[in-house]
């Protein structure tokens, strides 16, 4: 099984194994094209709103082996960046940062609060975009699970900053940008990407703006 935490830290090993696993969760028929990017600072390959994000919610860059970048195109179009970090003569996979653009509008940022000790974090910036998030109450308690801050690896615990918001684009439309971690699953021998969920609160984000 595919726990996203591998004995190798050469991307023509692991970067074919985590190819997979987001293709099993999107559920494409043919093998996904990617990009790799070697160490350093993530290229903003959708324009500003990402250029320095990766960097800040993992807290720097040193461990920083690869980023692969997804450009997925089904259910929806949208954009996968994955961090592989070192783990000792290996790797595992960190953050992932997804990104789909909306139809719906924004009049400006909105922002998912950080973490809180008990109850959902709430939407907050744009007042007519929050009010109209934070009144669906499935969408809000979901997205506090997905984007999550801390998680495990491996058995390494992992840590970033919360990160989940929605952008006004220019010419119209809106782009939403959340953070996440892989997700143990089976009891720590495999690992999941969420991907159904991201796509499905896409959705749900576009549907309730």
Known sequence: MNT?????Q???TIGPKIEEKIREEVGAPAPLAYEVEEGGASKASLGSVLGDIAGALIGGEANQ?????????????AHLQVSVSRQGVGSHVGLLLYSAPLSKPVGGE???????????SKFTGD???SERLNAQGDLVKRVNKLAR????????????KRCCKIVPQDGGGSLLVISTLPR??????SATVDAKEFFDLAGMVEAAL
């Open 4 to 8: 996203l935490a591998y004995s190798s």
């Open 10 to 12: 050469k991307i023509e």
């Open 65 to 77: 082996l690869y980023y692969l970048h997804f450009n997925l195109q089904q259910p929806r179009p």
């Open 110 to 120: 909105v922002n998912l609060e950080d973490p809180k000790t008990f109850g959902n």
């Open 127 to 129: 007042a007519a975009a």
């Open 149 to 160: 801050t801390e998680s495990s690896v491996g058995g390494l615990k992992l840590t970033i």
């Open 184 to 189: 143990p699953t089976k009891m720590g021998f």
